[in-house]
């Protein structure tokens, strides 16, 4: 039962233009929203999220897009960079009797070419 | 400079033996928590803390024991009954206050079985 999917494995994009990767959500529970990027024999980085709130939040060339009513949400990266590169995970968080669960989706490799 | 520690880089893991994964934080968090990630699959957890002396199983508890002796430590010990250990370890801890839901994550533990 996964509760956060990212059926993308893996997707590849020119320099310059713009990666959009998607993840979708069945728990109308989960509250907020990351992103999460890694690289090869590293741990995860934060990179951006959202509450279940708004429905955009924007940080330089990274914005993240939530539909509530769809349960999906989508991180764009514009104008893409070749060191932009990695697996990028989606996570979902919601309040539980032992504190905040984070459930993650399989990630998504991005390959950006020059 | 602040972070998360996780020793070995890698470890083996002979039959029957149980092996301890260390992770030391210096972020004053609170929370800590162990995934675990496999190949085409996302970050699952092992078990998490949230104070000192307390700790709660996540959903791929068995096999698995930890501690949390100190707030800085929260060693992970993959005993004998995990008959499928090799996989991807990582420990992750979070801050409080707005930032409460995002996880700081070390480089990780990659275990193989001889």
């Known amino acids: 039962d996964q509760q956060v999917k990212q059926n993308s494995p893996s997707l590849s994009v020119q320099e310059g233009r713009i990666s959009i990767l998607n993840c979708d959500y069945t728990?109308?529970?989960?509250?907020?929203f990351l992103w999460y990027k890694k690289y090869p024999a590293e741990g995860p980085t934060f990179l951006i999220s959202?509450?279940?709130?708004?429905d955009k939040n924007e940080d330089g060339r990274f914005t993240v897009f939530l539909n509530k009513s769809a349960k999906h949400l989508s991180l764009h990266i514009v104008p893409s960079q070749p060191g932009d590169s990695a697996v990028y995970f989606c996570?979902?968080?919601?309040?539980?009797?032992?504190?905040?669960?984070?459930?993650f989706g399989a990630g998504t490799r991005l390959f950006v070419k020059a | 400079d602040g972070g998360i520690t996780q020793s070995p880089k890698y470890l083996f893991r002979k039959e029957g033996q149980n092996v301890t994964l260390s992770c030391e934080q210096n972020l004053n968090h609170d929370a800590m928590y162990w995934y675990r990630q496999d190949p085409g699959q996302g970050l699952r957890l092992i078990y998490y803390?949230?104070?000192?002396?307390?700790?709660q199983k996540g959903d791929i508890a068995e096999g698995y024991s930890v501690s949390r002796e100190k707030k800085e430590s929260f060693p992970l010990t993959v005993t004998s009954a995990q008959k499928n250990p090799t996989a991807f370890y990582l420990c992750a801890s979070v801050s409080g206050g707005l930032a409460k839901n995002i996880q700081y994550f070390g480089a990780g533990t990659r275990l193989s079985v001889l």
């Open positions: 996570a979902a968080s919601a309040q539980d009797t032992g504190g905040f669960k984070t459930i």
């Open positions: 959202i509450s279940s709130i708004k």
């Open positions: 803390s949230q104070i000192v002396n307390d700790f």
């Open positions: 728990n109308s529970m989960f509250d907020y």
